[in-house]
């Protein structure tokens, strides 16, 4: 049996993730491009498409016309809750990129969505599938660390911007790097730590180095007049079990401790860190030890390595998934409780007030 998929935006995270892990997959079809601009769909339905493949600029006539069974949502934030509803009444099982929603109001009505018409919904947090970050979480998961009662999610950038499409626009994105990169590293913390259960948040979000004219910038110089969100964005999280986790996120900030979808945690038997490379600390008879795991990764924003493909172990587990009829290893509540975190720090950046939810 091979699984029909249709693709709802196809831009650069469909045509950078999503669809070349796809086509690797023998059990999938890819027959269904739509995007608002005709000459995208068009060109990734002849790279990535079969001959009877088909081309859409509007979403509901794709759904309509196709008989599909999996739809991947690769668009603008601001449109992930409206397309992702569409395609599961339309009886599609739906990969949706990060984050889940603009809003938590949002993200509550795809799962309602799934919920209702019982079909499977995951988020693309494809940092989950990295060689480090599996292993990382089996250590997790077997109590090697004991108690994870702090963490830190960590997405800097010195000078990194993405200046093309709406990565700057407030109203289609929601906001900047907290809610583009800071959801990678917040959803890696809290999926190690296994503790989804926030408390109240304080948060401030920073607009100090937009403003710059001819920025050094790793994709050129921004427009300050369309730079409307966010550069930095900050998080302290206290869990209902008294575990707290620091977020720190950042497309453009003056500083070299830079590191993207990375996480820190300590726990009462031992701490891990994945700022360079993967090392786990601990006290053994008495005496202090870190202990570098070797491993070989790749994949991650901005660094170099060899290893299995993020994107492509992501794929593969999704569609495993529906044929097998096992849970996403992405859960929707999980990620509906990442942007509700993200949706409090900018509540309490703009009310100076904590945020308890």
Same mark, same amino acid.
């Given at each position: 049996m091979? #699984?029909?998929?249709?693709?709802?935006?196809?831009?650069?995270?469909?045509?950078?993730?999503h669809l070349?892990? #796809?086509e690797q997959i023998k059990e999938v079809e890819l027959v269904a +491009?739509? !995007?608002?601009?005709?000459?995208?769909?068009?060109?990734?339905?002849?790279?990535?498409?079969t001959e009877d493949a088909k081309v859409f600029t509007n979403y509901k006539e794709m759904l309509a016309e196709m008989s599909l069974d999996v739809v991947h949502v690769c668009t603008p934030?601001?449109?992930?809750?409206? #397309?992702?509803?569409?395609? #599961?009444?339309?009886?599609?099982?739906? *990969?949706?990129?990060?984050? =889940?929603?603009?809003? @938590?109001? %949002?993200?509550?009505? =795809? &799962?309602?969505?799934?919920?209702? $018409?019982?079909?499977?919904?995951? &988020?693309?947090?494809? /940092?989950?599938?990295?060689?480090? @970050?599996?292993y990382l979480q089996?250590?997790?998961?077997?109590g090697a660390l004991g108690d994870i009662y702090?963490?830190?999610?960590?997405?800097?950038?010195?000078?990194?911007?993405?200046?093309?499409?709406? +990565?700057?626009?407030?109203?289609?994105?929601?906001?900047?790097?907290?809610?583009?990169?800071?959801?990678?590293?917040?959803?890696? $913390?809290?999926? *190690? =730590? /296994? /503790?989804?259960?926030?408390?109240?948040?304080?948060?401030?979000?920073?607009?100090?180095?937009a403003d710059t004219e001819n920025a050094a910038n790793a994709w050129g110089s921004w /427009?300050? %007049?369309? +730079?409307?969100?966010e550069d930095s964005a900050f998080g302290f999280i206290v869990m209902e079990n008294g575990a707290s986790i620091f977020l720190e996120s950042s497309w453009a900030l003056n500083s070299l401790d830079v590191k993207e979808a990375k996480t820190t945690l300590c726990g009462t038997k031992g701490g891990a860190d994945m700022n360079a490379g993967l090392t786990l600390n601990g006290e053994d008879h008495s005496l202090l030890f870190e202990k570098k795991i070797e491993l070989e990764t790749g994949g991650v924003d901005f660094? !170099?390595?060899?290893?299995?493909?993020?994107?492509?172990?992501?794929?593969? @587990?999704?569609?495993?998934? &529906?044929?097998?009829?096992?849970?996403?290893?992405?859960?929707?509540?999980?990620?509906?409780?990442?942007?509700?975190?993200?949706?409090?720090?900018?509540? @309490?950046s703009t009310t100076g007030q904590p945020v308890f939810l």
């Amino acid at each position: 049996m091979k #699984l029909k998929i249709g693709i709802i935006g196809c831009g650069g995270i469909a045509k950078g993730k999503h669809l070349p892990a #796809l086509e690797q997959i023998k059990e999938v079809e890819l027959v269904a +491009f739509c !995007d608002v601009i005709l000459e995208r769909a068009v060109n990734a339905q002849v790279i990535f498409g079969t001959e009877d493949a088909k081309v859409f600029t509007n979403y509901k006539e794709m759904l309509a016309e196709m008989s599909l069974d999996v739809v991947h949502v690769c668009t603008p934030n601001s449109s992930h809750a409206e #397309l992702t509803i569409a395609a #599961l009444e339309a009886d599609c099982h739906v *990969m949706c990129e990060k984050p =889940m929603a603009k809003t @938590s109001a %949002e993200a509550k009505q =795809m &799962i309602e969505a799934a919920e209702r $018409t019982g079909k499977k919904l995951t &988020i693309g947090y494809q /940092n989950r599938f990295r060689t480090d @970050s599996r292993y990382l979480q089996e250590v997790c998961q077997e109590g090697a660390l004991g108690d994870i009662y702090f963490g830190k999610a960590h997405a800097i950038r010195r000078r990194a911007v993405p200046t093309w499409g709406v +990565f700057l626009d407030e109203e289609a994105q929601g906001g900047g790097p907290l809610i583009d990169i800071g959801t990678h590293a917040l959803d890696l $913390t809290l999926w *190690m =730590m /296994n /503790n989804y259960q926030p408390k109240y948040v304080v948060g401030k979000a920073y607009h100090k180095l937009a403003d710059t004219e001819n920025a050094a910038n790793a994709w050129g110089s921004w /427009n300050p %007049e369309k +730079f409307k969100v966010e550069d930095s964005a900050f998080g302290f999280i206290v869990m209902e079990n008294g575990a707290s986790i620091f977020l720190e996120s950042s497309w453009a900030l003056n500083s070299l401790d830079v590191k993207e979808a990375k996480t820190t945690l300590c726990g009462t038997k031992g701490g891990a860190d994945m700022n360079a490379g993967l090392t786990l600390n601990g006290e053994d008879h008495s005496l202090l030890f870190e202990k570098k795991i070797e491993l070989e990764t790749g994949g991650v924003d901005f660094y !170099d390595g060899e290893g299995d493909d993020p994107a492509l172990t992501e794929a593969q @587990s999704w569609i495993t998934a &529906i044929l097998e009829d096992q849970e996403p290893v992405v859960k929707p509540k999980q990620a509906l409780v990442v942007t509700e975190i993200l949706e409090a720090i900018y509540e @309490s950046s703009t009310t100076g007030q904590p945020v308890f939810l």
